[in-house]
């Protein structure tokens, strides 16, 4: 897979992702992209300029939530769904850093960004790591991420990130029906909605049940 980099200057970078863990430059592919990510997130953190322009600093860090949350949740996701994980948590160790938290996007952002205390912080990484799994558990795409994010209502003021926003159920349910592989790792849903998702898997399996037996009496 490529990951694109946006870059400051309007530019883009592509880096090389492994397709699987087998791939013998995994590590130092996921290495590089990490790295990437870094250097282009020294270049966008708001400098004493911005923070003192009017208005400057809201918008700056803005801008960088803006451009942060894509392309490490497209990141992640890719790391996760390909075997990648303890590939790309290897850096913490590598970095000389530590958790003992096991949530996927709060140690996966501590990967991305172990080399970098100054410019990605503790206080930054619980926020984004809030934002992304709320996303996650939404089945939220990367490239509708940022609008998803900015349009829920005191998205940190939320008391519980097991929440489910309106409008959402029917596009979960027909997610998780056909989730095969993410299903523990999002954790468990209101009972409405995983009622509806056993409800759909048995009909499925009826179905291709007796689609195989109409097939075998065939031949």
């Not at 880096?15 to 013998?24: F, G, S």
Request: proline fraction near 3%.
């Amino acid at each position: 897979m490529q990951l694109p980099i946006t870059l400051l200057n309007g530019g883009q970078k592509v880096v090389e992702l492994p397709d699987d863990h087998d791939d013998p430059k995994a590590d130092s592919l996921i290495e590089i992209a990490a790295q990437e990510i870094c250097l282009e997130l020294a270049r966008r953190k708001p400098t004493e300029e911005d923070k003192n322009a009017k208005g400057g600093k809201h918008k700056k860090e803005s801008d960088l939530a803006k451009w942060i949350r894509p392309v490490c949740y497209r990141f992640i996701i890719h790391c996760e769904k390909q075997g990648l994980l303890e590939n790309l948590y290897s850096r913490i160790k590598s970095y000389g850093r530590y958790t003992d938290k096991e949530e996927l996007f709060s140690r996966a952002l501590l990967a991305i960004f172990a080399e970098d205390r100054a410019n990605f912080t503790e206080t930054d990484r619980r926020r984004y790591n809030r934002q992304l799994w709320y996303a996650y558990r939404h089945y939220v795409p990367w490239e509708f991420l940022n609008g998803f994010i900015t349009t829920v209502q005191d998205f940190d003021k939320k008391k519980s990130l097991a929440t489910i926003e309106n409008g959402f159920a029917e596009w979960i349910i027909m997610n998780r029906t056909n989730d095969h592989d993410t299903t523990g790792i999002r954790e468990s849903y209101p009972k409405y909605i995983e009622q509806e998702v056993r409800k759909n898997k048995i009909g499925m399996a009826k179905f291709f049940k007796h689609a195989q037996s109409g097939y075998t009496s065939e031949q």
